[in-house]
């Protein structure tokens, strides 16, 4: 990242935040877009690690905006028990969860993923749903995130993910990333396919998507 761009990052002073998985130095982060909008604010959380596991690269988990499964509850992903699964990782272990905004349906939006829920209701999975909107089925930008984990001087890490596509695209943006950690949760009925589909035609790597199995 050259000077300029790190200059042209805003973020706030840390905050301590207690919540229901641990507590955290929380910093919110705006990145500005190359039109030279202000960009989405996006928002880090973390905590040091315990004496132990000091000398290890830190745990990093970027978890992808989802206003249906991280607000509401919804149980037809699984993103809402991801975030909160890796919240207590990070609080257990040290590291870092970085929340990115304006990833919302894998990057198309929030209006164009209930247009696709309505298609998977039809019968179509979550790759066929977006192409039949006209859309790519992964969206996601992870310049943001790269300059973020830059900024913090978190370059060379362990990702909690179980998707390679991610890890590749962050290495591609100068992050190494020395392990990606598995980081699976309870499947449920209503998202066995949603999950299945990520394993089959995205390939994430998922073991264990018998519901109520324990991972």
């Given at each position: 990242?050259?000077?300029?761009?790190q200059?042209?990052?805003?973020?706030?002073d840390?905050?301590?935040?207690?919540?229901?998985?641990g507590?955290?130095?929380?910093?919110?982060?705006?990145?500005?877009?190359?039109?030279?909008?202000?960009?989405a604010?996006?928002?880090?959380?973390s905590?040091?690690?315990?004496?132990?596991?000091?000398?290890?690269?830190?745990?990093?988990?970027?978890?992808?905006e989802?206003?249906t499964?991280?607000?509401?509850?919804?149980?037809?992903?699984?993103?809402?028990?991801?975030?909160?699964?890796?919240?207590?990782?990070?609080?257990?272990?040290?590291?870092?969860?970085?929340?990115?905004?304006?990833?919302?349906?894998?990057?198309?939006?929030l209006?164009?993923?209930?247009?696709?829920?309505?298609?998977?209701?039809?019968?179509?999975?979550?790759?066929?749903?977006?192409?039949?909107l006209?859309?790519?089925?992964?969206?996601?930008?992870?310049?943001?995130?790269a300059?973020?984990?830059?900024?913090?001087?978190?370059?060379?890490?362990?990702?909690?993910?179980?998707?390679?596509?991610?890890?590749a695209?962050?290495?591609?943006?100068?992050?190494?990333?020395?392990?990606?950690?598995?980081?699976?949760?309870?499947?449920?009925?209503?998202?066995?396919?949603?999950?299945?589909?990520?394993?089959?035609?995205?390939h994430?790597?998922l073991?264990?998507?018998?519901?109520?199995?324990?991972?």
């Open positions: 990242m050259s000077r300029a761009e200059e042209a990052l805003v973020h706030s840390p905050v301590v935040v207690p919540t229901e998985f507590t955290f130095d929380t910093v919110g982060w705006r990145v500005p877009v190359p039109s030279g909008a202000p960009g604010e996006h928002l880090s959380l905590a040091s690690p315990p004496p132990e596991e000091a000398h290890l690269p830190p745990l990093v988990r970027l978890h992808s989802c206003l499964g991280d607000v509401l509850g919804s149980w037809r992903c699984d993103c809402g028990p991801q975030l909160h699964l890796a919240m207590e990782r990070i609080a257990r272990h040290g590291g870092t969860v970085l929340y990115l905004r304006n990833h919302e349906g894998r990057g198309i939006g209006i164009n993923k209930l247009r696709a829920y309505k298609l998977q209701d039809a019968g179509a999975d979550t790759v066929d749903a977006n192409t039949m006209g859309l790519p089925a992964e969206a996601r930008d992870y310049t943001a995130a300059r973020i984990l830059t900024a913090m001087g978190l370059t060379r890490i362990r990702l909690l993910s179980n998707n390679p596509d991610k890890v695209k962050l290495e591609a943006l100068g992050i190494t990333v020395t392990q990606m950690v598995p980081h699976e949760v309870h499947a449920r009925d209503e998202n066995v396919n949603y999950l299945r589909t990520k394993r089959d035609r995205m994430h790597h073991t264990h998507l018998t519901p109520g199995e324990t991972p």
